[in-house]
């Protein structure tokens, strides 16, 4: 056993400190940016917040009402909608906005083969940002499988995750994944470090893996942990590429759920974790013997439309920059100080 004392931030750990700016309004801060992917050459151009692959966040809806507001926002899909749809999808509103997800599971790669053989694929027109996303990033066959797509998708920009760690996320690009996604227990509806002790401060956590995966050319998604529109600051200020959101976006019209009131007259939307036993028995028949759900089920108020909330997060993020005198959101990280404001961790087990 060994104890590793240095301190390890979460958001909730640490503040922006504003610094003098030459800006005079937020309107001039452009929050588009350009991202190189290593291996597929492509060059992502767009605000880097995707929406989670999760049940009532990663959504077709969702994709299409990013499609429709103009920034860049991309979503990636839960993975468990059919085939034909994914196909009649990726056929009526392009691959722009969306990422294809999948797991290491048979299945998954079946479902993903048969979208390769597909006319539209082979007439450029399908998948070519996926996301390869299981709990645990840390085993040698995912990182095996990130390798077996990238050789089977040269071209195909790569996410693959989750882990929290440098040299794991040089691993993880050193195997073909463009983007690292970044995070082990900080997701809202999360209850990994409850159920298993295993976790680690997200902001510290993407802060070391931007450090090594920038070392590479690779790039970083900081997913899990966002409650309110300056953690993603913060994510950003820490160095991520790209934010990933799940709480954050669920709730909405786009969720794809039906909305229902409850005796309090006020209108709510379910939301779980794709690892909780509502996940498991909607898609797998549920909870196998041998393994605990790693997340729960929640209601959360009904929003409405999306793009009011996300008009939101991005007002916060401009408002972030222009405090801290950043042009851009590709500024941001070099401007940002982050002040400690707390002496002892106190670690958000999922639950609280
Ligand atoms: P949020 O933005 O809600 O804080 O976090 C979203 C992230 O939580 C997802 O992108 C995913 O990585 C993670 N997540 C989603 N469902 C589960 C779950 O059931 N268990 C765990 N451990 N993580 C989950």
Redo the contacts with the bound molecule.
């Keep these: 056993m060994r104890i590793e004392e240095s301190v390890k931030l979460d958001f909730k750990d640490v503040l922006i400190r504003p610094k003098r700016s030459t800006l005079s309004s937020r309107k001039e801060v452009d929050l588009r940016r350009q991202l190189v992917c290593k291996w597929s050459g492509f060059v992502f151009d767009g605000v880097p917040v995707i929406a989670?692959?999760?049940d009532g966040v990663g959504t077709m809806a969702m994709a299409q009402r990013f499609a429709g507001m103009g920034d860049g926002l991309s979503a990636a899909l839960h993975k468990h909608y059919p085939l034909e749809d994914l196909l009649s999808f990726y056929e009526e509103q392009g691959n722009e906005h969306v990422w294809y997800s999948i797991g290491v599971s048979e299945k998954d790669e079946e479902k993903l083969e048969a979208f390769l053989e597909s006319k539209l694929q082979k007439d450029g027109r399908g998948i070519d940002k996926i996301c390869i996303?299981v709990?645990n990033g840390y085993s040698e066959p995912f990182v095996e499988f990130v390798k077996k797509i990238r050789g089977r998708l040269p071209d195909v920009t790569i996410m693959a995750g989750?882990v929290v760690t440098g040299e794991m996320a040089e691993q993880l690009i050193l195997n073909g994944a463009d983007v690292v996604?970044v995070?082990?227990?900080?997701?809202?509806?999360?209850?990994?470090r409850r159920m298993t002790g295993v976790g680690y401060p997200q902001l510290s956590a993407i802060i070391e893996c931007a450090d090594a995966a920038h070392g590479l050319k690779g790039l970083v998604c900081a997913?899990?942990?966002?409650?309110v529109p300056g953690d993603l600051a913060k994510a950003f200020g820490a160095g991520a590429d790209f934010v990933?959101?799940?709480?954050?976006l669920?709730g909405h019209d786009q969720s794809e759920f039906d909305v229902f009131e409850e005796d309090d007259g006020r209108q709510y939307v379910s939301f779980?974790?794709?690892?909780?036993a509502v996940?498991m028995e909607k898609h797998t028949g549920g909870v196998a013997e041998y393994r605990a759900?790693?997340?729960?089920s929640v209601k959360i108020p009904y929003r409405g439309d999306v793009a009011d909330t996300v008009r939101g997060i991005l007002g916060g993020l401009r408002s972030a920059c222009t405090y801290v005198g950043a042009i851009s959101l590709k500024e941001l990280s070099k401007r940002t100080t982050f002040i400690r404001v707390s002496q002892q961790l106190n670690v958000v087990f999922?639950d609280d």
Excluded: F, Q
Excluded at 183 to 192: A, L, M, R
Excluded at 272 to 276: A, E, L, Q, V
């Design positions: 989670a692959n999760m996303d709990a989750n996604k995070g082990i227990g900080p997701g809202s509806v999360c209850t990994t997913d899990g942990g966002c409650t990933m959101l799940g709480g954050m669920a779980y974790g794709m690892s909780s996940a759900s790693e997340g729960k999922g």
